[in-house]
């Protein structure tokens, strides 16, 4: 049984057929997805398919893209996420955290450092709200694991146990990997690691009991379906390769991937 545990299957790539994913989900034996939102709206889809289906749950978040495009922190928006937060089926807060690659070549130095200051505050008020309702954070970080791990340093002396959680689709370095575990969070690998070798090392490294598996559909499809849309189903495929990768049995990294989520998710 398998738990994935970032999808976004609210993402109108599903409109024409979600059911269908979610169906032959759970027809291949999986046991339990976690939609993850990234925005308000995401969010609101997130729990409303969570509440549509006994097996789904749902994460409520704002992504730093949010507070890339926002030049102000909205109370508004604030409120929303509180209220979303707070329903039944949400079992995370997330995805939230930092993203530090600009794409738009026009985007000024003073622009980056707005954006960054906007997504620091953002994060760190997610944060504060997972610890008021003692659920875990799932972390978006790119071209900003230096700045998160501060972040979470500092933010673990304030919360202790409450700070918690997963650093989803994890691209960084084993130095960094093992820092994030001592503060208690688990690292997240989706399809990226079937066809990259560049995290062999860190999946062989750290303790599988540290590992979640994920696919972040439609995104990040792995082989042998790359290039083609992502949903749950392919969750296996992740298995398989850390399986591989750390030389057990694929029973038992589907095991040990699937208690890890349910312990981190209490589910």
């Known amino acids: 049984m398998l738990i994935d545990t970032h999808a976004h299957l609210d993402d ?4 024409a057929d979600r059911e269908e994913v979610i169906g032959r989900f ?21 729990v409303e398919l969570a509440e549509k289906h006994k097996n789904i749950f749902a994460a409520a ?19 929303q996420l509180k209220e979303l937060a ?6 995370a807060i997330g995805e939230i955290g930092l993203e530090y690659y ?34 875990p954070i799932i972390i978006h ?21 409450k700070l918690r959680g997963v650093m989803h689709s994890y691209l960084g370095r084993l130095s960094y990997a093992k820092e994030f575990i001592k503060l208690g969070f688990s690292l997240g690998f989706n399809g990226i690691i079937t066809f990259a070798r560049d995290y ?3 999946i062989r490294e750290v303790s599988l009991e540290k590992i979640l598996i994920e696919t972040d559909c439609p995104y990040l499809t792995p082989e042998p379906y790359r290039g083609k849309r992502n949903e749950p189903s392919y969750v296996k495929f992740v298995a398989e390769k850390i399986a591989e990768i750390k030389g057990v049995s694929v029973e038992e990294a589907e095991m040990a991937t699937t208690a890890n989520a349910k312990k981190l998710f209490d589910i």
């Open 102 to 135: 600009f794409p738009d070549e026009n985007i000024t130095e003073q622009q980056k450092e707005d954006s960054k200051k906007r997504q620091e505050e953002g994060f760190l008020f997610q944060i504060e709200l997972a610890a008021e309702l003692d659920l």
């Open 141 to 161: 970080c790119r071209q900003a694991y230096k700045e998160t791990l501060e972040i979470l340093t500092s933010e673990k002396k304030k919360y202790g146990g």
């Open 26 to 46: 759970f027809a291949s034996g999986g046991e339990t997805i976690i939609n993850v939102g990234a925005g308000l709206g995401s969010s609101r889809r997130s």
């Open 200 to 202: 062999d090392k860190v």
């Open 12 to 15: 109108k790539q599903f409109d």
């Open 86 to 91: 707070r329903r039944n089926k949400v079992v």
């Open 61 to 79: 978040g704002l992504h730093p893209h949010y507070f890339m495009k926002h030049a102000t922190w909205d109370t508004e928006h604030k409120d």
